[in-house]
């Protein structure tokens, strides 16, 4: 079973437009978080929320909102999308425990603004 | 807040040989040490990591090292497979939920 789940995959659209895209975790974990891979391959935070809460609120342009309606679940909606926004963006959970802070990442989903 | 730096960017080796790749911190507040493996196309996976009461670490070919001293950790690959070709990112957390990652290093193994 998939730990966490990614969609879509892939996301082609033009610059203007509208996109959400959906995380869920199975794994039980209270926290989750939204990356962004630009094309130098560096990982940048955007969000993270613990129990369904907003946590980390990084440096994003507020076209960016993550909605979590429950503990499993963290998607991102992207209001008018720019060129700049083209990259993959990872959904990702944590969980701490005596050994660490294990976080999970998704799969990926890479959007292409056009 | 926190500043990770992970050298080399990009590493060659031999099969058969050893990959070391490094991560200097800056926050002595962090206190766990996790390393993903990042293959093309594919999320990041955790693949060993180290808390701060620990200096070393094992999990067959791959061993991870810990100066809280020098504030630097370092990711050892023995006897290195093809397969371990990919990007690896090292990362620095405290108490916060926050993950500072590195830059990436990306290791090819040749056959």
């Known amino acids: 079973d998939t730990a966490v789940s990614q969609t879509p995959k892939y996301l082609v659209t033009q610059m203007g437009n509208d996109k959400s895209i959906k995380c869920e975790q199975n794994l039980g974990h209270d926290t989750m978080y939204w990356y962004k891979q630009d094309s130098k391959k560096f990982l940048k935070i955007m969000f993270s929320y613990n129990n369904k809460e907003l946590i980390i609120n990084e440096t994003v342009p507020n076209r960016f909102s993550p909605k979590s309606p429950d503990k499993a679940h963290l998607n991102l909606h992207i209001n008018s999308l720019e060129l700049g926004d083209s990259a993959v963006y990872f959904c990702?959970?944590?969980?701490?425990?005596?050994?660490?802070?294990?976080?999970?990442f998704g799969p990926g989903t890479r959007l292409t603004v056009t | 807040g926190e500043n990770v730096e992970q050298h080399p960017s990009t590493l060659s080796v031999q099969e058969g040989d050893s990959a070391v790749i490094k991560c200097t911190y800056s926050?002595?507040?962090?206190?766990?040490f996790p390393w993903y493996k990042q293959e093309l196309g594919k999320g990041p996976q955790l693949i060993i990591d180290?808390?701060?009461?620990?200096g070393e670490k094992k999990d067959q070919r791959i061993a991870v090292t810990l100066n809280k001293t020098a504030k630097h950790f370092s990711l050892h690959i023995t006897e290195t497979q093809p397969e371990d070709s990919a990007v690896y990112f090292c990362a620095a957390s405290s108490s916060g939920n926050q993950f500072y990652f590195g830059t990436g290093t990306s290791l090819t193994v040749i056959p």
């Open positions: 926050d002595s507040a962090s206190n766990y």
């Open positions: 180290i808390r701060s009461n620990v």
């Open positions: 990702a959970s944590s969980q701490d425990t005596a050994g660490g802070r294990e976080q999970y």
